[in-house]
């Protein structure tokens, strides 16, 4: 069976904000990969699976390149899955140029030699827009949390689509977490709360 290493990007880069830079570990799994909604799957011979020590040196150069992508926001969540040479890009953005950007970046690795970009493009939407700006100061500028907003990587991404709001990224504690649930769902106009915050100790 192949390994493949299935990274959430927007965790990835609060966790070195908020507890220092995390190592990727690969994981087993079938020769199918699981996708996002989007679907897409990508198959490597044996020949071309990689040590650990490659996949992990891919793995840091691709988020690498995703996290220098000047456009790339609180409102958006990237993520990607490493499967042999092949890299599927995942995650949903509000900026659709974070689309096209992001397969261009992970193509200019060195050690890639596929990209199957599945990044979701949000629908553009007046109602959304408003969401995100009350959603972000019920969350960034409400006291408790606020340390958050002083990171240079905000940790707590906020991705809306049709009223409907996801949390990614990661908090210091299970009460941040809650809070964080707490304070959306005080904002009118939001449909649904998904929380997929991760507690990480700093």
């Not at 990274?7 to 880069?13: T, Y």
């Not at 456009?71 to 659709?96: H, K, P, W």
């Not at 992970?106 to 599945?118: D, P, Q, R, W, Y």
């Given at each position: 069976?192949?390994?493949?290493?299935a990274v959430v990007f927007?965790?990835?880069?609060?966790?070195?904000?908020?507890?220092?830079?995390?190592?990727?570990?690969?994981?087993?799994?079938?020769?199918?990969?699981?996708?996002?909604?989007?679907?897409?799957?990508?198959?490597?011979?044996?020949?071309?699976?990689?040590?650990?020590?490659?996949?992990?040196?891919?793995?840091?150069?691709?988020?690498?390149?995703?996290?220098?992508?000047?456009?790339?926001?609180?409102?958006?969540?990237?993520?990607?899955?490493?499967?042999?040479?092949?890299?599927?890009?995942?995650?949903?953005?509000?900026?659709?140029?974070?689309?096209?950007?992001?397969?261009?970046?992970?193509?200019?690795?060195?050690?890639?030699?596929?990209?199957?970009?599945?990044?979701?493009?949000?629908?553009?939407?007046?109602?959304?827009?408003?969401?995100?700006?009350?959603?972000?100061?019920?969350?960034?500028?409400?006291?408790?949390?606020?340390?958050?907003?002083?990171?240079?990587?905000?940790?707590?991404?906020?991705?809306?689509?049709?009223?409907?709001?996801?949390?990614?990224?990661?908090?210091?504690?299970?009460?941040?977490?809650?809070?964080?649930?707490?304070?959306?769902?005080?904002?009118?106009?939001?449909?649904?709360?998904?929380?997929?915050?991760?507690?990480?100790?700093?």
């Amino acid at each position: 069976m192949h390994k493949i290493v299935a990274v959430v990007f927007a965790g990835l880069i609060c966790m070195a904000a908020v507890s220092g830079a995390q190592q990727a570990q690969p994981a087993q799994s079938n020769q199918s990969l699981q996708t996002a909604p989007n679907g897409g799957q990508a198959t490597q011979p044996a020949d071309e699976a990689l040590s650990p020590q490659s996949q992990d040196k891919l793995v840091r150069e691709i988020r690498h390149e995703l996290i220098m992508l000047p456009y790339y926001g609180v409102f958006d969540n990237l993520a990607f899955r490493l499967q042999g040479r092949t890299v599927i890009l995942e995650g949903q953005v509000a900026n659709s140029i974070l689309k096209p950007d992001a397969e261009h970046a992970v193509k200019k690795v060195e050690g890639v030699e596929k990209v199957i970009n599945n990044i979701q493009v949000l629908p553009p939407s007046p109602m959304d827009e408003r969401i995100r700006r009350q959603v972000y100061q019920a969350i960034y500028g409400y006291g408790p949390l606020f340390k958050y907003a002083n990171l240079s990587i905000p940790p707590i991404h906020i991705i809306v689509k049709s009223g409907n709001v996801t949390l990614e990224g990661v908090v210091n504690n299970e009460t941040d977490k809650g809070l964080c649930s707490m304070r959306v769902k005080q904002v009118s106009s939001v449909f649904s709360v998904i929380n997929n915050l991760r507690v990480v100790k700093p």
